[in-house]
């Protein structure tokens, strides 16, 4: 069981970079996924949450409206598309995968780091000003 990150790189303020995140060992299907970052010195951070089908993106402030979550259960894969990036989203991002199985009534998308139960190891992403 296993999800790998990749993506990240040096882009300069104003540029994107896409990120993926692949599971291997298990299928994505019934498991919410979250983005979550760490700056140098700092602690861990959400970015944005999907859920287990798609819906329901959810967006910390930081990020809204030039970030955006997709997933491809297909490919079993999660993306972060991150457009206009700053300096200050210099961070390691890591995706994380909890199992929150979609019902007729809901789509639950958690959004603490206690709710997800695999992690991968991290891409680094650095914005130069």
């Known amino acids: 069981v296993q999800l790998q990150a990749s993506g990240g790189g040096l882009v300069q303020a104003g540029g994107s970079l896409r990120l993926s995140c692949v599971a291997s060992?298990?299928?994505?299907?019934?498991?919410?996924i979250g983005w979550f970052r760490q700056a140098p010195g700092e602690g861990r951070e959400g970015v944005s949450y999907?859920?287990?089908?798609?819906?329901?993106?959810y967006y910390e402030d930081s990020v809204k409206g030039r970030f955006a979550i997709s997933r491809d259960n297909a490919k079993n894969t999660v993306y972060l598309q991150m457009n206009d990036l700053k300096p200050e989203d210099t961070a390691v991002y890591y995706c994380?995968?909890?199992?929150?199985?979609?019902?007729?009534?809901?789509?639950?998308?958690?959004?603490?780091?206690?709710?997800?139960?695999?992690w991968g190891q991290g891409t680094l992403v650095t914005v130069s000003s």
């Open positions: 994380a995968a909890g199992y929150y199985r979609c019902s007729v009534e809901m789509c639950y998308v958690p959004t603490k780091q206690y709710e997800f139960d695999f």
């Open positions: 999907i859920s287990s089908t798609g819906t329901n993106p």
């Open positions: 060992g298990f299928a994505l299907d019934n498991y919410a």
